[in-house]
């Protein structure tokens, strides 16, 4: 655990030092905004919902929104009960603390997140549908959807650490967590759709 601990202390006062967190106003407000972008999983919802229009991707609307919700479910009803880890400002850091150094909290958001943290609800959130977009069968659109997306979904859980309301383990966590629920929620639209036909062989939802 203390090697875990070192490791976040290490990226984020790497970041304090280095970025100038919350003393850089150009970069707090990009990653304030950009982790707006992963409050609710709205992004996702909305994308899957557009999505669910088009009957080529219709399937992959479904596991997106499927997806951001396998995040929400297994995150707060399993996983984090089961890890119970403070969020870093509240946690207590005197183990790390040298030569005087205090742990910094830059106040960029102004309601600080008490919920559990372990793994990011936000990564794991916004991972889960991108990974669904690597299932579509069009390559093109696989492309255009993915890629792009994926980055957003990338960026949305560094801008956790950023702004101090997860640690970098959180957000790997998030990460591996999203990939899995975004297979999930494939393997279950697929399902979806498979039983839809069944029902109603001459359906044209999907």
């Known amino acids: 655990m203390d090697g875990i601990l070192q490791f976040d202390w290490n990226i984020m006062t790497w970041l304090q030092d280095n970025w100038h967190v919350g003393e850089n106003p150009a970069l707090d407000s990009v990653f304030k905004f950009i982790t707006t972008l992963g409050d609710g999983g709205m992004i996702w919802i909305a994308l899957g919902i557009v999505m669910l229009f088009f009957k080529k991707l219709r399937p992959f609307g479904i596991a997106v929104l499927l997806g951001a919700a396998f995040s929400g479910l297994l995150n707060d009803l399993i996983i984090k009960p089961i890890i119970s880890r403070e969020r870093p ?118």
């Open 89 to 206: 400002f509240d946690f207590d850091w005197p183990q790390f603390i040298t030569n005087g150094r205090e742990f910094f909290y830059p106040h960029i958001i102004k309601e600080m997140p008490h919920s559990l943290s372990f793994p990011s609800g936000h990564t794991s959130s916004s991972v889960a549908p991108a990974t669904a977009l690597w299932f579509i069968s069009d390559k093109k659109l696989r492309w255009r959807l993915a890629i792009p997306f994926s980055v957003i979904a990338l960026l949305i859980g560094f801008s956790r650490i950023y702004i101090h309301v997860h640690f970098p383990t959180d957000v790997l966590g998030g990460i591996v967590a999203g990939i899995v629920y975004g297979v999930l929620a494939v393997f279950a639209a697929k399902g979806i759709v498979a039983l839809i036909k069944k029902i109603k062989p001459n359906t044209k939802l999907v």
